[in-house]
């Protein structure tokens, strides 16, 4: 949200207007563990494993990996947070976090396709900003005890999910757990290496007489970073609330609201030559402190810092609109207001101020048509910028290293992203076949872009409007909206060979956004050569959304002890972005002329080797490479044809077992990655690694007037393990353009909870 735009209680009220109009004939949907299938005229149900990591489903009707909510509980990290931590024990997912909490820089790959273009969803609704808190972990404004479940939908997505940025790299959906029909609550304390501190608190108010019921969350958050001065985060607080109203038998309205609060230091990256020397540059960070007359006080650990306001409101809404047709909708807003502040070398800051908004509807009718499962429906979505950034304020440093007046250095309006996507799916059984498919119609109205020049004269002082109406509109630098036109069909034909075994082919095209983030000011700082021949439109008019053909072949086997599901995959990526240097404008930026492909196999394995031992394995193994050099300029190519993408290992094993007995469990956990490239031209070789993590929990229940009280304890990189983490933050980078952060070493994590 701009400086003086005023828009909160106009989209609050929004929303509002929605729940009043669509609350007369809605129907409660109860979420189950349990699936119910028939073959042949013959019931069978499927009760999830109560000792399972994974979900259960006898039919592949998606892509999809579950965690289930036990799972959460257990691995999902120390600080309950960051869900996208707990992904890492899926086959062909790599996630890397700058600490233990998980909370800071991240980094996730999904069958080598980077968190940029991997779309995040909750409920299916995309609360998540490009920038700002989303994109560092932990920024998440549902904590993970709040969640149900969580859904990975890799490769092929279905036409009803994805509704977000991009979903050439897959979407993560987390759905809520939604208020509790009985009275209750819990509390947890957790405490541990590097002085982490965590507090959640949960009430349930049960069912009222109203034929509603609530639930109210909080947490507080805090910890030290591993290496060097700082907080990680310094502090973070949760607000979650979550309300269920039933009007008869055929209503039912689910609202959930959140405030999180966090601020954290960042962490130092390294080049790759330190990366290449662990044992000297592995708790490299940086300066804990400011010296006289030193030319890198920009480097000072609290120059380097973000802080962040966020708030949501979604809906759910149900109504039976006939015999077998429900209308759904889901109307959701959300706000963010913060700022990063960050080195600019040279004894110079930078402070980033990031405030956006977005508000959306989702809408759709679910019918049972003679035999076949329809699914109509149409998502608008209105996101606001950043990227790119809209302002912002550089400031020199003293001889001292305190900050001198700020000015502005980039400064910019901007009109808002619209999406409009139209979507219809089926599905249909005939014996033992499945056919299910749809096709999505995605319409992107990308933002006017106006930028100003003669800037650096006008003080940090003034407000964002008041710099506006003192600046002058720079001629060459206005980027004109596009509108993108994309189909996106999807298939999949699932067949059951009996009540055990079932197959799935499947294939969808998906998208990922542009990164317009590095166009602007790399035409601001372009040669004057370059400038007299080029806009700033010319530089935006290299990039175009990616485009991604997804086949997948899987097999699922299902019995009491075994679940066992491979998969085959293969990736097709065109209009894939590069970030290049370019000799002409003496600038680094990126165009979207490259083509790849990926493929590869994963498995999804848990065994019940007894009643009280369960193993469970992911490995995964996947080439992804380039299709051909890239071509800059007549004069200018870069091979990377046949090269493996940056940060993709192609062999990825995670393996683990779980014994419980009574009320203790134990769950040893090795992950390890192949070795990796850091650039796009593979000079640059990154170690293979192994970890170790344990988990372990003591549950006493009934124990005065508690229901339940658990001790948890985690063990974090037990061996004490050094490797490079995070590897930049794309998959587009060539060589001299990556940084790489050191592994988080061992933490201990000791948690108690108590339920009522």
Not at 112 to 126: A, V, W, Y
Not at 179 to 197: A, C, E, R, V, W
Not at 330 to 359: C, M, V
Request: proline fraction near 3%.
């Amino acid at each position: 949200m701009k400086k003086g735009k005023n828009l909160n209680f106009i989209h609050v009220s929004y929303i509002a207007s929605i729940l009043l109009l669509s609350s007369n004939n809605l129907l409660a949907e109860e979420k189950t563990a349990s699936k119910v299938y028939t073959l042949d005229g013959v019931e069978a149900v499927y009760e999830q494993q109560e000792n399972s990591i994974y979900a259960k489903e006898p039919v592949n009707a998606v892509s999809t990996n579950t965690l289930t909510k036990k799972a959460l509980d257990n691995i999902g990290g120390p600080a309950q947070s960051n869900y996208y931590k707990a992904l890492d024990i899926l086959p062909g997912v790599n996630v890397q976090t700058a600490d233990m909490s998980g909370i800071g820089a991240q980094n996730i790959k999904v069958r080598g396709k980077s968190s940029f273009h991997i779309g995040r969803t909750i409920e299916d609704l995309p609360l998540t900003g490009v920038v700002g808190a989303n994109a560092i972990g932990g920024g998440e404004l549902f904590d993970m005890e709040n969640l149900s479940e969580l859904n990975l939908y890799k490769g092929a997505v279905a036409s009803d999910k994805g509704f977000s940025l991009s979903t050439s790299g897959g979407v993560i959906n987390a759905n809520l757990l939604s208020p509790s029909k009985d009275f209750g609550g819990s509390i947890k304390q957790s405490f541990g290496s590097n002085n982490f501190l965590r507090t959640f608190g949960r009430i349930d108010s049960g069912k009222l007489s109203t034929d509603s019921s609530f639930f109210l969350s909080f947490s507080n958050t805090s910890g030290d970073k591993w290496k060097g001065e700082g907080g990680s985060p310094d502090g973070k607080q949760n607000f979650n609330l979550g309300y269920t109203q039933n009007f008869g038998d055929k209503v039912t309205a689910n609202i959930y609201a959140a405030y999180g609060k966090i601020k954290t230091h960042d962490y130092r990256s390294l080049s790759f030559a330190q990366a290449s020397d662990l044992d000297t540059y592995y708790k490299y960070d940086f300066n804990s402190k400011l010296t006289s007359g030193a030319t890198d006080n920009d480097k000072y650990y609290d120059y380097n810092r973000q802080e962040y306001e966020s708030y949501a409101i979604i809906a759910d809404i149900k109504a039976v609109i006939a015999d077998e047709a429900i209308l759904t909708i889901k109307p959701h807003y959300w706000a963010e207001d913060g700022y990063r502040l960050y080195s600019a070398g040279s004894n110079k800051i930078t402070r980033w101020d990031i405030e956006h908004e977005q508000f959306g509807l989702l809408t759709k009718i679910d019918a049972y048509i003679g035999g076949t499962e329809f699914t109509i429906g149409y998502d608008f979505l209105n996101m606001e910028a950043p990227p790119p950034p809209v302002y912002r304020k550089d400031s020199l440093l003293d001889a001292s290293g305190n900050q001198l007046p700020s000015y502005y250095s980039t400064l910019s309006k901007q009109t808002d992203n619209l999406l409009h996507t139209f979507f219809v799916s089926g599905v249909k059984s005939i014996d033992n076949f499945t056919f299910s498919g749809g096709l999505k119609y995605l319409i992107w109205k990308t933002a006017d872009l106006q930028y100003y020049e003669n800037i650096n004269t006008l003080p940090g002082t003034l407000s964002y409007d008041e710099a506006i109406s003192a600046a002058t509109p720079a001629v060459r630098e206005n980027v004109k909206s596009q509108t993108y036109h994309r189909v996106l069909p999807n298939i999949s034909l699932d067949y059951k060979f009996d009540n055990l075994l079932s197959s799935a082919l499947q294939y969808s095209k998906t998208y990922g956004r542009p990164d317009w983030g590095p166009q602007a000011v790399a035409y601001q700082k372009a040669s004057v050569t370059y400038k007299a021949n080029h806009t700033m439109q010319d530089m935006f008019d290299m990039l175009k959304p990616e485009m991604a053909d997804n086949f997948e072949l899987s097999m699922t086997y299902n019995n009491k002890n075994l679940h066992f599901k491979p998969v085959l995959f293969y990736s097709i990526y065109t209009d894939k972005e590069l970030n290049i240097y370019d000799a002409e404008a003496g600038q680094r930026y990126n165009i979207s002329s490259s083509e790849a492909h990926a493929y590869g196999a994963e498995a999804e394995l848990s065994y019940q080797a007894t009643p009280t031992l369960s193993l469970f394995c992911s490995p995964s193994y996947t080439i992804s490479k380039y299709d051909s050099d890239t071509v800059i300029s007549a004069t200018q190519t870069v091979k990377t044809d046949g090269n493996q993408v940056p940060d993709i290992p192609k062999l990825l094993v995670k393996l683990g077992m779980t014994y419980e007995t009574g009320d203790f469990f134990i769950s040893p956990i090795v992950r390890y990655s192949d070795s990796r490239y850091g650039d796009a031209e593979n000079t640059q070789k990154v170690d293979a690694y192994s970890v170790v993590d344990i988990h372990a929990g003591y549950n006493l229940k009934n124990v005065l007037s508690l229901k339940e009280v658990s001790l948890n304890a985690s063990l974090l990189n037990v061996f004490d393990e050094k490797y490079i983490g995070i590897i930049s933050n794309n998959d587009f980078s060539l060589n001299n353009t990556t940084s790489y952060m050191s592994g988080a070493p061992f933490a201990a994590v000791i948690s108690l909870s108590a339920k009522f």
